[in-house]
């Protein structure tokens, strides 16, 4: 694969909007095919997506050649950013005719390199497209409705359509004739983009994209945070990757929100160590949060949105206060808050919208669900308009997640693959039952599913290890048992369920162990693990004592 | 040693079957042996008390489900007590209930055969 991007095989957790993609591209065949913008907050996922939809297309069919452009914000101008567009299609495709991965590497590629190159392929249909492209390479905007169409030509000519898939769309606002920003520009992707035989998938940040004209009529495809199974699996990369091994706290994973990027940055720095501990992660965060990559990355988007330092100062008070009040802001509010104009207001609010911090609702502003970006913004104004020491700062984190780390009770039990081991975890779970103080019919129905998860755990494991780890994890008011088990993979990639052994489901009973297990728990999940499978069961306590309340309620 | 025994009385062709500990495959296969053995034996009710069954497993619950057709076919009936709410939650979602009476204790479960024995004489 050209990009930096991850094996195909370490993409996980989006299937489902990658084969969604894939079906909406390959419509194209019988001009069914629909433009999509992908939309989501930053570090979802959203290039991440394009990219292995690109390998995709690239590698595993034939009918459509696929063309993968990220908008480069040093080449906006109309004359760079034609060029640079044309070459790259004109190498994307001729690479796609014979597989040449090493023509995807076109950085650097002049357009008489481009030239030489369609000569030697003899593709009469680039040569046109060129000849046309030098032809009016004196009128910025007539090349650049050149290069934009060139897929739908190459597809009219060739019968083989085009799926342009472009990232950081939304830098295309700043495409400009001699320096003059001129919105008419990025308006030209209306024409390619109204061809049937060239669907455009786009993606970038999601705000300015949304606020585009030319992107105002596209199919928006939500790309949504990473379930609990994509995240362990991109953990297990990760692991792989930097040779490491540990086990994230699950209140830590939870904080991130099932952000890839925040995940891999957390995991990352945690992974100096060969064997981090549950400190180590926690610390790993606070770095981040406080000067690593998060925060790094999340000061960028800020500065880019808002180049005026004591605008920046401003929108930093203003980006702080929306996270700590309840209700939605509007700009008259802000304004009143921080003695500034309407105007100021208004351009603050917009810019944090812009740059992904806050979301922006019918005149109102509020804050955008991300944990993380709630302590960066805490962190930010810590420094930048409290200026307090580092060292301090790093306390107040720590106090701040330690209640939350010390309000979990965590129970690690590991058992011999022995007859009636399952016994052994069921009675742990009612004594931890007790010393929690937990409605003994709830774990009552608990064990029956920590039964039937061992159960699952012996049957499926075909591993070295005869153990079967049990933990029994609870915060708040939740609880969360979760029983690995060395062996082989048992869950369907499709349902992320398990499937059954042959010979095992032919035997009476069989089958009733997941239904149990869903019955009893208010979540069931099966992930992959170091050691192989992990059973998760989820029980909501609070949602069990409200409904025990209101039975008692009725009957009385 | 293994965390399941059994044990039975019976008067009057009335059998009580004592299960104990952890009703899984093995013990569940020893409860449909020694029923169909009190079957042979003529008795017309089986009362299964499950006070001192402290867990069940989907495989032992499951073979419930030969003893509920043997009993049928020696026209005998079946009845369950003493159940804790979970089991009987488990015994229903696997559809077993339907073919069983089920009792608070065992006295509730003589009492009705009582009356039953009555009506019918």
């Known amino acids: 694969m050209l990009f930096k991007t991850l094996q195909e095989k370490d993409f996980v957790g989006r299937e489902h909007e990658l084969s969604s993609l894939y079906t909406r591209i390959i419509g194209a065949h019988s001009e069914k095919a629909e433009n999509a913008v992908l939309s989501g907050p930053r570090g979802i996922g959203k290039t991440e997506l394009l990219k292995q939809l690109f390998g995709i297309l690239f590698w595993k069919q034939d009918g459509i050649a696929p063309f993968y452009y990220a908008v480069n914000p040093a080449l906006l101008s109309a004359e760079a950013f034609s060029r640079s567009y044309l070459i790259a299609f004109l190498c994307h495709r001729l690479a796609f005719e014979t597989k040449d991965q090493s023509l995807l590497y076109f950085d650097g590629m002049s357009l008489d390199g481009v030239s030489a190159l369609v000569e030697d392929r003899g593709a009469d249909w680039a040569r046109e497209i060129l000849e046309q492209y030098r032809q009016c390479s004196r009128d910025p905007y007539s090349a650049l409705r050149v290069a ?202 917009q810019a944090l919208y812009l740059a992904g911090y806050v979301r922006g609702e019918f005149g109102v502003f509020r804050a955008m669900e991300d944990a993380v970006l709630r302590d960066i913004i805490d962190c930010f104004y810590s420094v930048e308009i409290l200026a307090k020491p580092s060292h301090d700062l790093e306390r107040e984190f720590l106090e701040r997640l330690l209640p939350m780390r010390e309000d979990a009770v965590h129970y690690d039990i590991t058992l011999p693959m022995n007859k009636e081991a399952e016994l052994v975890a069921a009675q742990c779970l009612e004594q931890i039952g007790k010393n929690l103080d937990i409605d003994q019919d709830i774990i009552g129905q608990l064990k029956i599913a920590v039964i039937e998860g061992c159960i699952n755990a012996i049957e499926h494991s075909k591993g070295a290890e005869n153990k079967i780890y049990v933990s029994v994890a609870s915060e708040r008011d939740r609880l969360e048992i979760s029983i690995e088990s060395s062996g082989q993979e048992f869950i369907v990639q499709e349902t992320g369920e398990p499937f059954g052994d042959r010979g095992i489901s032919k035997a009476p009973g069989r089958g009733w162990g997941l239904k149990l297990m869903k019955r009893y728990a208010d979540d069931v999940r099966f992930e992959k693990t170091l050691r192989g499978v992990k059973t998760v069961l989820i029980k909501n306590l609070r949602k069990t004592a409200d409904v025990k309340k209101e039975d008692k309620a009725g009957h009385e | 040693m293994s965390n399941f025994s059994l044990s ?99 006295e509730e479960a003589l009492k009705f055969l009582k009356r039953k024995r009555k009506y019918v004489e």
């Not at chain 1, 897929?151 to 606002?173: E, G, Y």
């Not at chain 1, 992707?189 to 455009?200: G, V, W």
């Not at chain 1, 500065?303 to 330092?309: G, H």
């Not at chain 2, 062709?13 to 020893?30: E, F, H, Q, R, W």
Request: proline share 5%.
């Open chain 2, 8 to 106: 039975s009385k019976s008067a009057q062709n009335v059998a009580v079957m004592l299960p104990k500990g952890y009703i899984n495959d093995m013990g569940a296969v020893s409860l449909e042996r020694t029923s169909e053995q009190l079957l042979g034996a003529g008795m017309s009710t089986l009362i299964v008390n499950f006070s001192d069954v402290q867990f069940i497993n989907s495989f032992g619950v499951s073979i419930f489900s030969g003893m509920v057709q043997k009993t049928l076919e020696h026209n005998s009936v079946l009845y369950f007590t003493n159940m804790k709410k979970v089991h009987r939650d488990v015994f229903e979602m696997m559809g077993l209930i339907k073919h069983v009476k089920v009792f608070a204790d065992e």
């Open chain 1, 148 to 349: 934009l169409t060139a897929p739908n030509r190459s597809a009219q000519t060739t019968r083989i359509p085009v799926a342009v898939l472009i990232d950081d769309f939304h830098l295309t606002k700043g495409l400009h004739i001699d320096g003059a920003s001129d919105p008419r520009l990025a308006s030209l992707f209306e024409e390619p983009m109204s061809f049937r035989k060239t669907p455009h998938v786009i993606t970038g940040n999601t705000a300015e994209v949304q606020e585009m004209p030319v992107a105002s009529g596209l199919k928006r495809i939500s790309v949504e945070p990473l379930g609990p199974a994509g995240v362990s699996s991109n953990i297990l990369t990760l692991f792989h990757a930097y040779d490491a091994k540990g086990n994230v706290p699950p209140l830590l994973l939870r904080h991130l929100g099932g952000n890839p990027f925040y995940v891999r940055c957390v995991v990352r720095s945690a992974c100096a160590k060969d064997k981090p501990v549950e400190k180590d992660f926690w610390n790993a965060y606070i770095q981040e949060i406080m000067e690593g990559t998060l925060s790094r990355y999340w000061s960028a988007a800020l500065k880019r949105a808002i180049p005026d330092l004591g605008l920046r100062r401003a929108a930093l008070a203003t980006a702080h206060k929306i996270y700590h009040t309840r209700e939605p802001l509007s700009c008259q509010r802000i304004a009143t808050s921080f003695s500034l104009t309407d105007n100021q207001a208004e351009a603050i609010a």
